[in-house]
């Protein structure tokens, strides 16, 4: 596939109301191409419109709850009127749960999946349409580092991020097979300073010094800003990658469980332990 250009695209960016998708907005609005921005927080979704002054780009925000089956059905059309339609489909939102897989609640394992996975399955299938219709199209998922490597306490997330991880990939396949000219992209980001930690749902039982603990964990891993990750994303984007990795930690540890698939993290339990 040719480079794609940004210019004058439209993209629907999920998750758009903090973090790596505010951060997306305004990296893809520098290169002039046009916002739908999609959050269930409404205020959020609000400032970061705001934090985009340009007069060269079109922005439109969408209030969504990712488990509302019907809200994700309704959207393409809302963004149909507002911009004729997408070309560009970034899964970005999602969320996460702290603690180990015998504390934590079914009805919270499945509220993640609906989001974390679900939904994504949801907006592609919602929005396949538009963007077949679109002369220059890209899916982007955004999958982890922990849909490469899977951490113990991380079931619900890993899970969720390694479906996205097949899911992505295997739709990919189909696309080229049926000769469409949709790109896809799956992003896995390491260590991205963003609000997930604290916004993370807490297994049953937690203490506040298991969260603290937690919290301070995650504040020393959490540290790449999501301005440099949003920088590479988007030339990922531009340049059709079908996989992005961002960060040192997705690289090495990417490189570790491919050496080592079955038995990597004997080798990075360690090297975690010390950082």
């Given at each position: 596939?040719?480079?794609m250009?940004?210019e004058?695209?439209?993209?629907?960016?999920t998750?758009?109301?903090?973090?790596i998708?505010r951060?997306?907005?305004?990296t893809?609005?520098?290169?002039?191409?046009?916002?739908?921005?999609?959050?269930?927080?409404?205020?959020?979704?609000?400032?970061?419109?705001?934090?985009?002054?340009?007069?060269?780009?079109?922005?439109?925000?969408?209030?969504?709850?990712?488990?509302?089956?019907?809200?994700?059905a309704?959207?393409p059309?809302?963004?149909?009127?507002?911009?004729g339609?997408?070309?560009?489909?970034?899964?970005n939102?999602?969320?996460?749960i702290?603690?180990?897989?015998?504390?934590?609640?079914?009805h919270d394992?499945?509220w993640?999946?609906?989001?974390?996975?679900?939904?994504?399955?949801?907006?592609?299938?919602?929005?396949?349409?538009?963007?077949?219709a679109?002369?220059?199209?890209?899916?982007?998922?955004?999958?982890?580092l922990?849909?490469?490597?899977a951490?113990?306490g991380?079931?619900?997330?890993?899970a969720?991020?390694?479906?996205v991880?097949?899911?992505?990939?295997?739709?990919r396949?189909?696309?080229?097979?049926?000769?469409?000219t949709?790109g896809v992209?799956?992003?896995?980001?390491?260590?991205?300073?963003?609000?997930i930690?604290?916004?993370?749902?807490?297994?049953?039982g937690?203490t506040?010094?298991?969260?603290?603990?937690?919290l301070e964990?995650?504040?020393?891993?959490l540290?790449?800003?999501?301005?440099?990750?949003?920088?590479?994303?988007?030339?990922g984007?531009?340049r059709?990658?079908?996989r992005?990795?961002?960060?040192?930690?997705?690289?090495?540890m990417?490189?570790?469980?491919?050496?080592?698939?079955?038995?990597y993290w004997k080798?990075l339990q360690?090297?975690?332990?010390?950082?």
């Amino acid at each position: 596939m040719s480079r794609m250009n940004l210019e004058g695209s439209t993209a629907v960016i999920t998750g758009a109301a903090s973090g790596i998708g505010r951060a997306l907005a305004q990296t893809l609005a520098a290169r002039r191409c046009n916002l739908a921005l999609a959050d269930v927080n409404a205020q959020g979704l609000a400032e970061t419109a705001g934090m985009i002054k340009s007069n060269a780009v079109r922005v439109s925000t969408h209030v969504i709850d990712l488990v509302d089956r019907d809200a994700i059905a309704a959207l393409p059309n809302d963004v149909a009127a507002r911009h004729g339609g997408a070309d560009i489909l970034i899964n970005n939102a999602g969320v996460a749960i702290g603690g180990t897989f015998d504390r934590v609640a079914e009805h919270d394992f499945d509220w993640l999946m609906e989001i974390n996975f679900f939904a994504v399955v949801r907006l592609t299938r919602a929005f396949l349409p538009q963007l077949a219709a679109s002369a220059d199209a890209q899916l982007v998922f955004l999958s982890s580092l922990f849909g490469l490597v899977a951490p113990p306490g991380q079931t619900a997330y890993c899970a969720s991020k390694f479906a996205v991880r097949g899911f992505a990939n295997s739709l990919r396949h189909e696309l080229k097979d049926q000769g469409s000219t949709i790109g896809v992209t799956v992003v896995h980001p390491g260590g991205v300073a963003t609000n997930i930690a604290e916004s993370a749902r807490q297994a049953a039982g937690t203490t506040l010094e298991e969260r603290e603990e937690a919290l301070e964990r995650s504040r020393r891993f959490l540290k790449k800003p999501p301005e440099r990750a949003a920088g590479i994303i988007a030339d990922g984007i531009e340049r059709r990658e079908e996989r992005v990795l961002v960060g040192g930690d997705a690289r090495f540890m990417a490189l570790i469980e491919r050496l080592a698939p079955v038995s990597y993290w004997k080798i990075l339990q360690p090297l975690v332990r010390r950082s």
